[in-house]
């Protein structure tokens, strides 16, 4: 009959009942694939419009809070520029201070009024170059314009000059605190006071190295010859026209000389110290 119920199953052969437990097994695994897949497409999305994610904003939340430069050595600050001063005492005041070899005189108003009238740019000019018996740079080679600049300044102004003081170059150390009473060697000594005319026999100076011109001042003594280089005498200036240089120093240098002279072994220097030699 019709309304009779059917104790048939749906599953007749041996086929069909694995084909339902491989499908009991797999459609719960798919689904629970497709629910992962849609999770992690839709935390992609959700990161590519997210500001803070973007590499560079990450990048600057892991920055350090500081970071250490290395530069190269020669990057630091350079020497120290001297001061117009400095450079006067050191190579131009052995004629500049005492008008030797027609070198105009420091406070000489008449003598500097020419030399101004050029203007700065046109006695450095002549200062780099050299003119006379002044060598080129004052005969310090490592002066640097500047440095010669500020010496000029100096000395100018000391002669009734109104100049500037020149402005630094860029990327120049400030100028060198003085040595203070740090004692100057022979060879110091010479190039700063004593070379314009020991160098070249001006005014009948015994030339550096020539053995016959400096024999008999070597016979005479080195108290002897440095006494007589502390009072001045003939061309040559008092102390070399160098008023700080110490009796000591002036020793030192006279010995230097000595040596290039060739005087075999070198006479040992003075113990002499201080200014005390110019008043016997």
């Not at 491989?22 to 695994?29: H, M, N, R």
């Not at 005498?233 to 070399?240: E, I, L, S, V």
């Not at 030192?252 to 110019?278: D, V």
Request: glycine share 14%; proline share 6%; charged share 20%.
């Amino acid at each position: 009959m019709s309304g009779e119920h059917s104790d048939e199953s749906l599953i007749k052969t041996p086929k069909q009942l694995v084909t339902v437990v491989v499908l009991g097994f797999l459609v719960p695994v798919l689904l629970a694939a497709l629910g992962a897949y849609l999770v992690v497409t839709g935390s992609k999305k959700a990161e590519k419009g997210d500001a803070s994610l973007d590499p560079a904003a990450v990048a600057a939340r892991i920055k350090p809070v500081a970071e250490v430069a290395i530069g190269e050595a020669s990057g630091g600050a350079g020497k120290a520029a001297r001061s117009g001063e400095e450079v006067v005492q050191q190579y131009c005041a052995a004629c500049h201070a005492t008008g030797a070899a027609g070198a105009p005189k420091i406070g000489d108003k008449g003598a500097w009024s020419k030399h101004l009238g050029g203007g700065l740019e046109h006695m450095l000019h002549t200062a780099i170059a050299g003119k006379g018996s002044m060598p080129a740079r004052g005969g310090a080679s490592d002066l640097s314009d500047y440095e010669l600049a500020r010496a000029i300044v100096y000395m100018a102004n000391k002669s009734g000059g109104k100049l500037s003081e020149p402005t630094a170059p860029t990327g120049a150390a400030p100028a060198a605190a003085p040595s203070g009473d740090a004692e100057r060697s022979g060879e110091q000594v010479v190039q700063a006071a004593c070379m314009r005319c020991h160098d070249t026999g001006q005014g009948g100076a015994p030339r550096i190295g020539d053995k016959t011109a400096w024999a008999p001042r070597i016979s005479q003594g080195v108290g002897a010859v440095t006494l007589s280089a502390i009072r001045g005498h003939g061309g040559m200036p008092a102390r070399g026209g160098l008023a700080d240089l110490t009796d000591k120093e002036v020793t030192n240098a006279i010995l230097y000389m000595f040596g290039r002279a060739g005087t075999e072994p070198a006479p040992k220097e003075a113990p002499a110290s201080g200014k005390s030699a110019a008043t016997k």
